[in-house]
């Protein structure tokens, strides 16, 4: 109940989960292509927390940590990415380095900082 109350009033967040498995020797070109898609979903008002790379397990991974305000939220900044005039280089550029994407939507659980 309390998070109802609170998610009427605006006050909860919610996040985006993004895990990228990258296929092998393209970590170079995703790190030359992702802060061009950051800057474009951010003028959507998408903020990005984190962004991590692996370096065991299942290397060339990349997970990056957004806020958003919700659902459609998310809609926006992919509606403006797919808009964007330079989308059909990133969208190459990224089909070339990217071998999985799996998005997962979250909030924050009632005990994180």
């Not at 990228?20 to 802060?35: D, H, I, N, R, S």
């Amino acid at each position: 109940m309390q998070l109802a109350a609170a998610a009427s009033r605006g006050r909860v967040k919610m996040y985006t989960h993004v895990t990228v498995k990258l296929k092998y020797g393209q970590l170079g070109a995703f790190f030359e292509t992702m802060p061009k898609v950051k800057a474009i979903v951010e003028d959507a008002g998408w903020k990005m927390l984190d962004a991590y790379y692996f370096l065991n397990g299942r290397i060339n991974t990349m997970v990056h940590i957004w806020e958003m305000r919700d659902m459609n939220h998310y809609m926006e900044g992919v509606a403006l990415l797919s808009a964007h005039p330079d989308f059909p280089a990133l969208n190459a550029a990224l089909g070339e380095a990217c071998d999985e994407e799996t998005i997962v939507f979250a909030e924050k659980a009632p005990y994180s900082p």
